[in-house]
């Protein structure tokens, strides 16, 4: 529990930098200076989900903050592996330069239930609403801290975050000097290097510049047993004729600039590229080739003024894909897809105190997104997004206090380009108006100086993605039938209610923290990708069958235990464990007509490994440093391409 002494001392460096601590909003503009806070609190801290700084523990939502020294000594050379080794977190490898990353189950190909943030910037790919971590646009070295949040927190944290946040927070310039280069050699020929230099003058402007990339050629021995995709024995792998790569690699840049305009306004600039090839596991359980180049460009701006610390912010991001699917009896002949999808979003906030108990904030966003539909090409899907969202701290007293938070976004979606005929689609079909509103409640008692817990509840939402509502678009002929297959602008928003209760407890004598966290949720309306046959419209010669519709109701229940500490003075440990059950009600009847239900595409129950471990050891002095993890996961259920389609 936070002493009556350390409480003023916080109120004191909120009310000395607002323009820094206060002023920081779901818009992301992270320009807290982490190492100076850090010292007061002697532990990581975070602004991102009320604005103010805190720890990790005293966060009204289940979060987990993984320091800079934490990542350098997993020895890990991507995110996802990072975070393999923390509770709640479901994180598949497809492939080397391909990961799949799900928070508390439901990991699919391509998963499309997180949020994930590079300084409040969204990095996910909105047509499908996936993140391709191969392609974050920043080096490990540059992190300053990752903060997990479990759970639905799209009220707190922006758009989107369904199952929980991934937020990656960098140095920053104006007041972190980092430079260093970094090289390293693995099996699977690996090559990687990296490098981040910054530049400062007097705290005025920082400028901090990074890049990296690496090659690798995996699957490359000709006596390996069993390939991805179902061959064997063969150094060329192949998938019914159509190559697949087998040696990823990926480039990134990025630019980082701060500026001080006076002292109570700061701006910034970022802009970052990155270009990626890998073979990715898709939503229907093939592997495909991609070919990936992303940019993006963002500017803000963040004043202290008489109505409080106000926050502007806008962003573009731009994907341009292609994506070889390979040959069988669904795309015949259709087996690249070109993909270039935009989305531009503008945010604003203002966070102003009442009182000395009471912190308030007030933010409104717009989002325009567009996609071209593929393979069948000349038409796109798009959506504008309008969001409100309000959130209130109130610190009731030293020990206990409670926020609130809550959103509501208005999708208006369109299409433009040409339709197949007799499909019983048109684009005044797509001209529809959808609402989601989201919420967050948390109560945060401090019931000791070494006992605190959270009461959470929380509604998040998984609006469909451009794909979901019809950017998919497919065709072919079977038995001269044509067969269209196709999103559907009718797919709702999947709609998630989580209730938790987290208990964190210190050992202090032994310097060793413990927590235990138990969830129950419940998901309507879920969206994932339907198995095929799942028919909308049909006729004697023609049939529209949808890829992607709302698919019935989930309830997830389980508990993550987590154990950290030291030893004597050059020993650390920690060691975590999850245990998730769920449960799953399929659609089978109604409209449309749905057959073959029972693939895994639409089983989440099967595809969720129940229990997980994790334990790990370091132990560093005189300049070295030697660390050991170890990770368990009990079985699952999980997709593989085979020669002749689809296996399990």
Same mark, same amino acid.
């Given at each position: 529990?936070?002493?009556?002494?350390?409480?003023?001392?916080?109120?004191?460096?909120?009310?000395?930098?607002?323009?820094?601590?206060?002023?920081?909003?779901?818009?992301?503009?992270?320009?807290?200076?982490?190492?100076?806070?850090?010292?007061?609190?002697?532990?990581?801290?975070?602004?991102?989900?009320?604005?103010?700084?805190?720890?990790?523990?005293?966060?009204?939502?289940?979060?987990?903050?993984?320091?800079?020294?934490?990542?350098?000594?997993?020895?890990?050379?991507?995110?996802?592996?990072?975070?393999?080794?923390?509770?709640?977190?479901?994180?598949?490898?497809?492939?080397?330069?391909?990961?799949?990353?799900?928070?508390?189950?439901?990991?699919?190909?391509q998963s499309p239930r997180i949020l994930v943030l590079v300084n409040g910037r969204q990095v996910y790919l909105d047509h499908y609403g996936f993140t391709d971590w191969n392609a974050l646009p920043v080096q490990l070295t540059e992190i300053k801290q990752i903060e997990l949040v479990r759970g639905p927190n799209s009220a707190l944290f922006g758009f989107n975050a369904a199952s929980g946040v991934i937020n990656i927070v960098t140095v920053n310039p104006l007041y972190d000097d980092v430079t260093i280069g970094e090289a390293r050699i693995g099996t699977q020929s690996y090559?990687?290097?990296?490098?981040?230099?910054?530049?400062?003058?007097?705290?005025?402007?920082?400028?901090?510049?990074?890049?990296?990339?690496?090659?690798?050629?995996?699957?490359?021995?000709?006596?390996?047993?069993?390939?991805?995709?179902?061959?064997?024995?063969?150094?060329?792998?192949?998938?019914?004729?159509?190559?697949?790569?087998?040696?990823?690699?990926?480039?990134?840049?990025?630019?980082?600039?701060?500026?001080?305009?006076?002292?109570?306004?700061?701006?910034?600039?970022?802009?970052?590229?990155?270009?990626?090839?890998?073979?990715?596991?898709?939503?229907?359980?093939?592997?495909?080739?991609?070919?990936?180049?992303?940019?993006?460009?963002?500017?803000?701006?963040?004043?202290?003024?008489?109505?409080?610390?106000?926050?502007?912010?806008?962003?573009?991001?731009?994907?341009?894909?292609?994506?070889?699917?390979?040959?069988?009896?669904?795309?015949?002949?259709?087996?690249?897809l070109p993909i270039k999808q935009r989305v531009t979003v503008v945010q604003t906030s203002d966070q102003f105190r009442v009182g000395m108990d009471h912190t308030v904030r007030v933010s409104g966003e717009y989002r325009h997104n567009s996609v071209n539909t593929v393979p069948i090409q000349g038409a796109d899907v798009n959506y504008d997004v309008y969001a409100a969202s309000g959130m209130w701290n109130w610190q009731i007293s030293e020990t206990l206090a409670w926020t609130n938070a809550a959103r509501v976004d208005v999708l208006t979606l369109g299409r433009s380009g040409?339709?197949?005929?007799?499909?019983?689609?048109?684009?005044?079909?797509?001209?529809?108006?959808?609402?989601?509103?989201?919420?967050?409640?948390?109560?945060?008692?401090?019931?000791?100086?070494?006992?605190?817990?959270?009461?959470? &509840?929380?509604?998040?939402?998984?609006?469909?993605?451009?794909?979901?509502?019809?950017?998919?678009?497919?065709?072919?002929?079977?038995?001269?039938?044509?067969?269209?297959?196709?999103?559907?602008?009718?797919?709702?928003?999947?709609?998630?209610?989580?209730?938790?209760?987290?208990?964190?407890?210190?050992?202090?004598?032994?310097?060793?923290?413990?927590?235990?966290?138990?969830?129950?949720?419940?998901?309507?309306?879920?969206?994932?990708?339907?198995?095929?046959?799942?028919?909308?419209?049909?006729?004697?010669?023609?049939?529209?069958?949808?890829?992607?519709?709302?698919?019935?109701?989930?309830? &997830?229940?389980?508990?993550?235990?987590?154990?950290?500490?030291?030893?004597?003075?050059?020993?650390?440990?920690?060691?975590?464990?999850?245990?998730?059950?769920?449960?799953?009600?399929?659609?089978?009847?109604?409209?449309?007509?749905?057959?073959?239900?029972?693939?895994?595409?639409?089983?989440?129950?099967?595809?969720?490994?129940?229990?997980?471990?994790?334990?790990?050891?370091?132990?560093?002095?005189?300049?070295?440093?030697?660390?050991?993890?170890?990770?368990?996961?009990?079985?699952?259920?999980?997709?593989?391409?085979?020669?002749?389609?689809?296996?399990?």
């Open positions: 529990m936070p002493s009556s002494g350390h409480r003023l001392l916080l109120e004191r460096i909120v009310l000395s930098v607002a323009t820094l601590l206060a002023g920081l909003s779901q818009s992301g503009a992270e320009t807290l200076n982490y190492s100076v806070i850090e010292e007061t609190f002697g532990e990581p801290v975070t602004v991102s989900a009320t604005g103010t700084p805190q720890r990790a523990g005293d966060v009204p939502v289940d979060m987990e903050i993984i320091t800079s020294d934490e990542i350098r000594r997993s020895g890990a050379v991507n995110v996802p592996d990072i975070l393999s080794h923390f509770a709640g977190l479901d994180v598949r490898r497809n492939s080397l330069g391909s990961a799949d990353v799900a928070i508390r189950g439901y990991n699919t190909g090559n990687e290097a990296s490098g981040v230099a910054t530049l400062q003058k007097n705290g005025d402007y920082g400028l901090r510049l990074s890049t990296g990339g690496y090659t690798a050629h995996e699957f490359h021995s000709a006596y390996n047993s069993l390939d991805p995709l179902g061959n064997f024995g063969s150094t060329n792998y192949v998938y019914n004729e159509i190559p697949l790569a087998t040696n990823p690699r990926n480039g990134r840049v990025n630019a980082d600039f701060r500026q001080k305009l006076t002292p109570d306004i700061e701006a910034g600039l970022e802009a970052s590229a990155t270009t990626d090839s890998d073979l990715t596991l898709n939503p229907f359980g093939y592997y495909n080739r991609g070919q990936t180049r992303t940019n993006s460009f963002k500017g803000y701006m963040m004043a202290d003024t008489d109505l409080g610390q106000v926050t502007a912010t806008a962003y573009s991001n731009f994907l341009q894909s292609y994506s070889e699917l390979p040959y069988n009896g669904l795309s015949a002949g259709l087996s690249v040409p339709l197949l005929g007799n499909l019983g689609l048109t684009n005044a079909d797509f001209n529809r108006t959808l609402n989601a509103e989201t919420w967050n409640s948390g109560l945060v008692w401090w019931a000791s100086d070494t006992d605190r817990l959270l009461l959470s &509840a929380a509604r998040g939402t998984q609006l469909p993605s451009l794909y979901d509502f019809g950017g998919i678009y497919a065709a072919y002929t079977v038995s001269g039938v044509l067969i269209v297959q196709s999103g559907i602008p009718t797919v709702k928003p999947a709609i998630t209610d989580n209730y938790e209760a987290a208990l964190t407890h210190q050992l202090k004598g032994i310097a060793t923290e413990l927590k235990a966290a138990l969830f129950y949720q419940v998901t309507h309306d879920s969206l994932n990708a339907a198995p095929t046959r799942t028919f909308i419209y049909s006729t004697a010669t023609s049939k529209l069958q949808t890829l992607f519709l709302n698919n019935g109701q989930s309830t &997830a229940s389980g508990m993550e235990l987590s154990a950290k500490g030291k030893l004597a003075e050059s020993w650390r440990w920690n060691a975590n464990y999850s245990f998730i059950d769920i449960g799953y009600d399929p659609i089978t009847t109604g409209n449309p007509t749905v057959v073959g239900r029972s693939g895994l595409a639409a089983n989440f129950a099967t595809g969720t490994p129940t229990n997980k471990v994790n334990m790990g050891i370091g132990y560093a002095k005189h300049g070295w440093e030697t660390d050991l993890t170890v990770r368990y996961n009990s079985p699952f259920t999980g997709q593989r391409a085979t020669g002749n389609g689809l296996g399990y």
